[in-house]
DNA sequence: TCAATGCTGAAGCCTTCACTTAAGTGCCTA
DNA sequence: TAGGCACTTAAGTGAAGGCTTCAGCATTGA
């Protein structure tokens, strides 16, 4: 029944993890190569390189080679794509207790002149 | 390095999986029972309630049990939360490329002026 | 041209996830 | 009070995740 979203599932599923949201963090400061990424992190640079691809992946980042480094971007889009998401759930759950609210008045009308 | 910002973690990854965003979808069309949310899924009951553990652990929705129903409700506050982890990135990239723009600007001012 | 730098690929290991089936438990109704 | 309904618990399994190390392989700078 879970329609294919792969876009969604992936980008939710690289937000998921601290080091990933650590490095998206990083990257909404400015672009960086994977070394400089690496740095701060206790962990081996083939690991972060693993998390940084699942971010390209998903389409969060968009990385480039130049030479031998590689830089990477943050792709603002992609964080758009799940905010709309969430607040298209969040308007209408709000819609819903606005009906509910109206629905009560109304009753409460109804009530009153009873 | 990874700080510990449990709820973050445990909320992108209770939407990284398609069946507990159908939840969540579903779920913001007002409140229901195990089962009913359980129905349209090809999946066997303990299944979905495993996701419903998980979508109740990490804040996105709440549920009661009376007598021996239990029903499911949304907290948009969660919700909120993670649309505004997202939406600081956003913001701080965005005003990082504002000042690049500026800065770019006043060098073209420079090149015009030399 | 040779060493150092900056990554890349592959294999392996342990843990966590997403299910399943089977066997309860407690409430409600006839 | 029996029977069924709505979950709940437990145990197990296969696949996926999050690392690691080790061994490349192009660039770059001396």
Known sequence: MPEPTPNLDLMF?????PTRRALVERLSRGPAS????????????????????????????????????????????ALSLVEKWINDRRI???????????FLDAEDEKGVKT
Chains 1, 2 share one sequence.
Request: glycine share 10%; net charge positive.
């Open 13 to 17: 599923q690289a937000l998921a993890d």
């Open 34 to 77: 994977v070394s400089e990424l690496a740095l701060p992190f206790a962990m081996s640079l083939p690991g972060v390189v693993q998390h940084l691809q699942l971010l390209e992946q998903s389409g969060l980042i968009k990385t480039q080679k130049i030479g031998r480094t590689r830089t990477c971007t943050i792709d603002t889009g």
């Open 92 to 102: 209408g759950w709000e819609r819903r207790l606005d009906r509910l609210g109206a």
